[in-house]
């Protein structure tokens, strides 16, 4: 695929016309509001992070951070240079990559979206988890009851599809917050700026709390090694060889699906009053949010509880197979890993009583849907946008009275329906993280293709050079934890990720060689620079593709380079 020589002049003014149905009714601070659904994501994986490498989790968690917000910077470079689009930036990326291979560039699009979705199934489970766990025993028949109905050990041993309370609660949640999502996105940012406050306060609490009431114990941060276990199962300081450096990986790999994550702010530029100057503003504050409270939380949650020692160890038959893993405490217990204990834990960090302690579990819980809203905009208006550029179906395109993308977010509805059957919700988490980093690989790099095929058009907002060459490195940094450290969450979680993402290989033919007959619509079309008649040429030669056999290398090495526990 080839583009024409021309640069697209950018929109001189603040004010834009509607992009494709969708209402501009927000402004940045709208979006930031949309946004701060992302923080709460630390709830969705802390435990798991720390139960995969141990002591260092607080700083794994500080370094994705990190990493994050410097990659954000090319994300709202590029998402300036389509202000009448909504989708976020997969949708930008792959304006970037289609000039080279109409193939990989619906392969952003989609890995954006297959990875952002789950947050309405995880989300909503959890959700459910802590209501119940609130309201009944652990062991009453209300939690404990279950149908079964298809066994998955064969991707990670106790995996399956089944239907008990928590999936009931969760669908229920789900249906609440779709029933918002369709009045529109100002409704939407109105409703999440209340749950954004609610949202805030308590994660900031128990950032705080903990450092100030002296609750922090030195040992449970130090040494500075990955975890591991002696013969009998107890939890040893494990070293820094091959073994130890895939769990920081696998730490790596898992805290980068909630860390990168306040992308999704540029999301919804198409719906911006002002988004020239809108769109970087949103970006920027919600980054700041997303650096103090995943700098704090995990740090305040791991000095107070500790990362625990073996409980009960693990049970085994006559052949040796284990029967019953071990148990064990602090932040290693199976409900911290996950995640259906957090709330509870937190809500001592604050030292509350019975009555505060309730309150602050209640707004976790609304923190929790407050991620479910920001999911569920998000990735809806990503479908919707790629079915408008040609990528995806046409009836993905439709949206109601309100603006609000109706039958992509009944889509999204069946699809994490179907996710919030499954029994574990790490692996999910894991599987869908690894189209994140294929998305997250691509889009870092269009970063440069941009800079290379549109070098005269306006940016609203102009990264520095050395940020642009940055995201590209750390493009592939993120290759390297993802195929190292992937399938510390399950044998076949590399695997499930690649499969997923190549689905939309044949979805994308049939749309547009088939339906579309190898055109794409008007409106993309002008955004490719194809209107014009003239000689289409490709300013980054031949680098996109040597770009995409160096991502698969390091994927591969990577992978085999990783020493499973």
């Given at each position: 695929m080839s583009s024409t020589a021309n640069d697209l002049p950018a929109a001189s003014t603040g004010e834009q016309p509607k992009s494709a149905g969708l209402e501009r009714g927000i402004d940045w601070t709208g979006a930031f509001w949309v946004a701060s659904g992302v923080p709460p994501l630390v709830l969705f994986s802390i435990g798991a992070v720390a139960a995969t490498v141990g002591k260092p989790s607080w700083v794994v968690w500080m370094v994705s951070i990190g990493l994050g917000f410097l990659q954000s910077m090319t994300y709202a470079?590029?998402?300036g240079l389509f202000p009448h689009k909504a989708g976020g930036t997969s949708v930008y990326g792959a304006i970037a990559w289609v000039r080279y291979s109409k193939l990989v560039a619906p392969?952003?699009?989609?890995?954006?979206?297959?990875?952002?979705?789950?947050?309405?199934?995880?989300?909503?489970?959890?959700?459910?988890?802590?209501?119940?766990?609130?309201?009944?025993?652990?062991?009453?028949?209300?939690?404990t009851w279950q149908w079964t109905l298809l066994d998955l050990s064969g991707l990670k041993s106790g995996l399956s599809l089944r239907i008990n309370a928590t999936f009931i609660l969760g669908t229920i949640i789900m249906l609440a917050v779709k029933a918002i999502q369709d009045g529109g996105i100002l409704r939407s940012a109105n409703t999440t700026k209340i749950l954004g406050i609610s949202a805030v306060i308590p994660l900031i609490l128990i950032g705080v709390m903990p450092i100030l009431t002296g609750d922090m114990v030195q040992s449970h941060f130090f040494p500075l090694a990955p975890i591991a276990h002696d013969a009998s199962g107890n939890v040893v300081d494990g070293t820094w060889n091959r073994a130890g450096w895939t769990l920081i990986a696998g730490g790596m790999f898992l805290a980068a699906w909630s860390t990168y994550g306040f992308e999704t702010a540029v999301c919804y530029t198409g719906e911006f009053k002002n988004p020239k100057t809108d769109t970087f503003k949103a970006i920027f504050y919600s980054g700041l949010l997303c650096v103090l409270v995943y700098t704090l939380v995990p740090f305040a949650f791991q000095g107070f509880l500790g990362l625990g020692q073996l409980v009960k160890p693990a049970l085994l038959d006559a052949h040796g197979a284990v029967v019953a893993p071990a148990t064990y405490s602090g932040m290693l217990a199976p409900d911290i890993y996950s995640g259906m204990g957090v709330a509870r834990v937190m809500a001592r960090m604050v030292h509350a009583g019975e009555l505060i302690g309730a309150i602050l579990v209640v707004m976790l819980i609304l923190s929790i849907v407050l991620s479910i809203m920001t999911s569920m905009a998000g990735s809806s208006r990503t479908l919707y946008q790629a079915s408008v550029d040609g990528w995806l179906p046409e009836y993905l395109s439709k949206v109601n009275k309100h603006g609000a993308p109706t039958n992509a977010m009944l889509t999204n509805l069946g699809f994490n329906l179907l996710l919030l059957l499954m029994s574990d919700y790490v692996f999910v988490l894991g599987a869908s993280n690894v189209g994140y980093l294929i998305f997250n690989f691509l889009n870092l790099n269009a970063g440069w293709i941009h800079r290379a095929d549109r070098p005269r058009q306006e940016r609203p907002w102009r990264a520095p050079t050395w940020l642009i060459a940055a995201g590209a490195v750390l493009s592939f940094v993120n290759l390297t934890f993802m195929g190292m450290g992937a399938d510390v969450y399950g044998s076949g979680t590399l695997t499930t990720g690649l499969l997923f993402a190549a689905l939309i290989l044949p979805v994308f033919v049939y749309r547009h060689y088939l339906r579309d007959k190898g055109t794409f619509p008007s409106a993309m079309?002008?955004?490719?620079?194809?209107?014009?008649?003239?000689?289409?040429?490709?300013?980054?030669?031949?680098?996109?593709y040597v770009t995409l056999v160096a991502g698969a290398l390091v994927v591969y090495v990577s992978h085999r380079l990783a020493v499973y526990q």
């Amino acid at each position: 695929m080839s583009s024409t020589a021309n640069d697209l002049p950018a929109a001189s003014t603040g004010e834009q016309p509607k992009s494709a149905g969708l209402e501009r009714g927000i402004d940045w601070t709208g979006a930031f509001w949309v946004a701060s659904g992302v923080p709460p994501l630390v709830l969705f994986s802390i435990g798991a992070v720390a139960a995969t490498v141990g002591k260092p989790s607080w700083v794994v968690w500080m370094v994705s951070i990190g990493l994050g917000f410097l990659q954000s910077m090319t994300y709202a470079e590029i998402a300036g240079l389509f202000p009448h689009k909504a989708g976020g930036t997969s949708v930008y990326g792959a304006i970037a990559w289609v000039r080279y291979s109409k193939l990989v560039a619906p392969v952003s699009v989609w890995c954006n979206w297959f990875a952002w979705s789950p947050v309405q199934a995880i989300g909503s489970g959890l959700a459910a988890g802590y209501i119940l766990n609130g309201l009944f025993a652990p062991d009453s028949v209300i939690n404990t009851w279950q149908w079964t109905l298809l066994d998955l050990s064969g991707l990670k041993s106790g995996l399956s599809l089944r239907i008990n309370a928590t999936f009931i609660l969760g669908t229920i949640i789900m249906l609440a917050v779709k029933a918002i999502q369709d009045g529109g996105i100002l409704r939407s940012a109105n409703t999440t700026k209340i749950l954004g406050i609610s949202a805030v306060i308590p994660l900031i609490l128990i950032g705080v709390m903990p450092i100030l009431t002296g609750d922090m114990v030195q040992s449970h941060f130090f040494p500075l090694a990955p975890i591991a276990h002696d013969a009998s199962g107890n939890v040893v300081d494990g070293t820094w060889n091959r073994a130890g450096w895939t769990l920081i990986a696998g730490g790596m790999f898992l805290a980068a699906w909630s860390t990168y994550g306040f992308e999704t702010a540029v999301c919804y530029t198409g719906e911006f009053k002002n988004p020239k100057t809108d769109t970087f503003k949103a970006i920027f504050y919600s980054g700041l949010l997303c650096v103090l409270v995943y700098t704090l939380v995990p740090f305040a949650f791991q000095g107070f509880l500790g990362l625990g020692q073996l409980v009960k160890p693990a049970l085994l038959d006559a052949h040796g197979a284990v029967v019953a893993p071990a148990t064990y405490s602090g932040m290693l217990a199976p409900d911290i890993y996950s995640g259906m204990g957090v709330a509870r834990v937190m809500a001592r960090m604050v030292h509350a009583g019975e009555l505060i302690g309730a309150i602050l579990v209640v707004m976790l819980i609304l923190s929790i849907v407050l991620s479910i809203m920001t999911s569920m905009a998000g990735s809806s208006r990503t479908l919707y946008q790629a079915s408008v550029d040609g990528w995806l179906p046409e009836y993905l395109s439709k949206v109601n009275k309100h603006g609000a993308p109706t039958n992509a977010m009944l889509t999204n509805l069946g699809f994490n329906l179907l996710l919030l059957l499954m029994s574990d919700y790490v692996f999910v988490l894991g599987a869908s993280n690894v189209g994140y980093l294929i998305f997250n690989f691509l889009n870092l790099n269009a970063g440069w293709i941009h800079r290379a095929d549109r070098p005269r058009q306006e940016r609203p907002w102009r990264a520095p050079t050395w940020l642009i060459a940055a995201g590209a490195v750390l493009s592939f940094v993120n290759l390297t934890f993802m195929g190292m450290g992937a399938d510390v969450y399950g044998s076949g979680t590399l695997t499930t990720g690649l499969l997923f993402a190549a689905l939309i290989l044949p979805v994308f033919v049939y749309r547009h060689y088939l339906r579309d007959k190898g055109t794409f619509p008007s409106a993309m079309r002008e955004d490719l620079e194809l209107g014009s008649g003239e000689k289409v040429v490709t300013r980054a030669g031949i680098w996109p593709y040597v770009t995409l056999v160096a991502g698969a290398l390091v994927v591969y090495v990577s992978h085999r380079l990783a020493v499973y526990q």
